[in-house]
């Protein structure tokens, strides 16, 4: 990245602007204003963009129920920028935005209303036996009426009291259930003190109903005709919805037009004017400032662009770039984060090491044929964006990778040899069948523990990977000591370590043990004398040294780590031969055995595939960034975000 600065006359800002939005190259940083404030014009055309986004958005949300959405087969509208600026001039939006308003209130106050009227058809319902007008409860001038419940157990007490208290009463039950009486009481005035505390010492709990000239069931009548008008006139508001629905496409043009204004309004604002010129600065990839002075040349000759020095601890921000093979496993990389600007891209290291464990944790060719296919008809047929078709050709790579080990490894399906057809296995010496181009039996005899070691031996290399990568960086930047005491003195000490191992178990450089062990001697001595050079104290110096050797636990607990290689390919061969033992089970079911084999069959490897792959590729993952990464990448990098023109809907095409 470089920083540059811009400098153009005010005449010709808005095409700059736009030429540089095109391109996509440049992340502006704002421009020092000294105690000058953004001028008033810029912060309004700044607000005015943002409510057309944010009015067009809740267009779009409100008709999404009934717009007709693309198909992951259409893929995404394309459009020229031409055309994109020639729908956004002609078509009418705050038309449509206002008459949404409109609808959008409407909707509510009838749904308001409507559940007001639930709640209160729910009331009333209890009370349809009653036989007085609703606006018959409450006071006259000499009686008194109201209406309420009691548990049943309590209803014949209190009648028995009310009726010794005085004989000008009417007790009317309205309705009985399970354990509550409904029930209307009338009585004179000058007995109302007494009764209510009859009524309160039975908990007598009073109901409130709304008032009117006739009595409830007439109520629920009115509310019943009510509610299916609303309902009706919500049809009604849902129809006109669904008119507009269909300029969604041009709604969502229009939203990514305004996206475009809004991010150059900010971009404007962030630069800084005179009279005569208008300033601009921000980072730049130094392969593409050539091409920015095309582009500025190409309109207007006068301008000047200088190259900045950053100031003291600003950061660069950092974008990442491969060629085409190893840009698909920038997935992989985005997920841990961005390397510091002062740090080496993993993409390129990881991949070969991803790829293979992406295999070995599968280890089943035919899963690996499966993956490839699919994935390759994805591509042919979907309409991917371009970062979901990097994700998808890793993983039709992945199902070539697996597809190769897992007829290393004998894995078809989860078959055994005997279960498989003819033209994938052969009688051996022994004359026991075994796959085609099997190398190893990873679920029989020694197989398991030849797994693991494949794993260890590639665990072992990535390891001395991660430091040979954390060498060559150092050397890139001139520290030259650093990378050879701090990475190759370590190389070479867990080389010998491994030939040390090897050694003392029989296997390789039996001959040479004692000169080996004489190698390890002068690496640990090595490393004593050097890896705490940093201290200024001799015997510090010392200590550190030896402290380091420490180290060794941690370089083989992430050895360790990559047993799981072993585990998650075990796991996808066991679980594909369980589901093909259950389906050979239910075979032997009269007459529908067969279909229901098929079923186990097609539904236990796709779910079998789906969540192998899932464990694959996490698992790959995290070796890469808990092992490999480790040791020599920090992360963290802020991410590069040039202006550029952002789609959320639409793909712009040249």
Not at 251 to 271: I, P, S
Request: glycine residues 8%; hydrophobic residues 45%; proline residues 3%.
């Amino acid at each position: 990245m470089q920083k540059m600065q811009l400098v153009a006359s005010t005449a010709h800002r808005q095409k700059l602007l736009d030429a540089l939005q095109a391109l996509g190259v440049m992340e502006l940083t704002e421009v020092s204003r000294g105690n000058e404030s953004k001028p008033e014009a810029k912060v309004e055309a700044a607000h005015s963009a943002e409510l057309a986004i944010a009015n067009i958005d809740f267009v779009l949300k409100l008709i999404s129920p009934f717009a007709k959405h693309r198909g992951l087969m259409d893929g995404p509208l394309t459009m020229k920028i031409e055309d994109v600026r020639k729908k956004a001039k002609e078509f009418d939006f705050q038309t449509i935005v206002d008459k949404c308003k409109s609808i959008e209130e409407t909707i509510v106050n009838l749904k308001n209303e409507h559940a007001s009227l639930t709640a209160t058809q729910e009331m009333l319902e209890p009370w349809q036996g009653l036989s007085m007008p609703l606006d018959h409860i409450g006071s006259t001038k000499r009686t008194t009426t109201i209406i309420g419940t009691v548990q049943k157990t309590s209803f014949e007490s209190l009648k028995e009291e009310i009726e010794k208290l005085l004989n000008l009463v009417n007790i009317e039950v309205v309705e009985e259930t399970t354990s509550t009486v409904y029930l209307a009481l009338t009585y004179v005035k000058e007995s109302e003190r007494d009764i209510k505390e009859v009524l309160m010492m039975h908990k007598f709990s009073e109901a409130g109903l709304p008032a009117a000239s006739h009595d409830v069931q007439k109520e629920l009548a009115n509310i019943k005709t009510r509610k299916g008008e609303i309902e009706k006139d919500l049809k009604t508001q849902d129809e006109e919805l669904k008119v507009i629905a269909k300029d969604n496409d041009n709604l969502q043009v229009v939203h990514d037009f305004y996206v475009w204004e809004r991010d150059k309004v900010y971009a404007e604002q962030m630069g800084y004017d005179t009279q005569y010129t208008f300033t601009i600065e921000g980072w730049v990839p130094v392969k593409k400032m050539e091409t920015i002075k095309q582009e500025v040349q190409n309109l207007t000759s006068a301008f000047e662009i200088t190259v900045l020095t950053p100031a003291e601890g600003e950061e660069a921000p950092v974008a990442i770039h491969n060629n085409k093979f190893f840009d698909q496993f920038e997935a992989v990389t985005n997920i841990y984060g961005l390397p510091l600007p002062s740090e080496v891209d993993p993409t390129p290291f990881l991949a070969g090491f991803f790829i293979i464990f992406f295999g070995l944790c599968l280890t089943d060719a035919g899963y690996g044929l499966v993956l490839f296919v699919a994935c390759a008809l994805a591509l042919k047929f979907v309409a991917f964006p371009e970062g979901t078709k990097k994700l998808v050709r890793l993983v039709m790579l992945g199902g070539v990778v697996t597809f190769v080990l897992g007829a290393l490894f004998g894995g078809w399906f989860g078959m055994t040899a005997d279960q498989a057809p003819g033209f994938l296995t052969y009688l051996n010496e022994e004359g026991v069948k075994t796959f085609k181009f099997q190398l190893v039996n990873p679920s029989e005899g020694s197989g398991p523990l030849t797994f693991l070691i494949i794993a260890a031996i590639l665990g072992y290399i990535q390891v001395l990977a991660g430091k040979a990568v954390d060498g060559y960086w150092k050397l890139k930047q001139g520290r030259f000591w650093d990378a050879m005491l701090d990475s190759f003195l370590w190389i070479y000490f867990l080389i010998v370590m491994g030939m040390f191992g090897v050694s003392k178990m029989g296997l390789f450089f039996a001959d040479d043990a004692q000169t080996i062990t004489y190698l390890l001697y002068i690496g640990v001595g090595a490393l004593i004398l050097t890896q705490g050079r940093s201290q200024k104290n001799i015997v510090l110096k010392f200590f550190s040294g030896v402290l380091s050797l420490y180290g060794i636990v941690g370089i083989f607990a992430d050895i360790l780590s990559y047993s799981r290689l072993m585990a998650l390919g075990l796991g996808t061969g066991i679980i594909g031969f369980a589901f093909n033992t259950i389906a050979g089970l239910v075979s032997g079911v009269p007459v529908v055995g067969i279909i229901f084999a098929i079923i186990v069959i097609l539904i236990g490897h796709t779910l079998n595939i789906a969540i192998s792959t899932l464990g694959a590729y996490i698992h790959s993952s995290r070796l890469q960034f808990v092992e490999f990464f480790g040791k020599f990448m920090e992360g963290g990098g802020r991410p590069w975000k040039p202006l550029k023109k952002a789609c959320k809907y639409i793909v712009i095409t040249n």
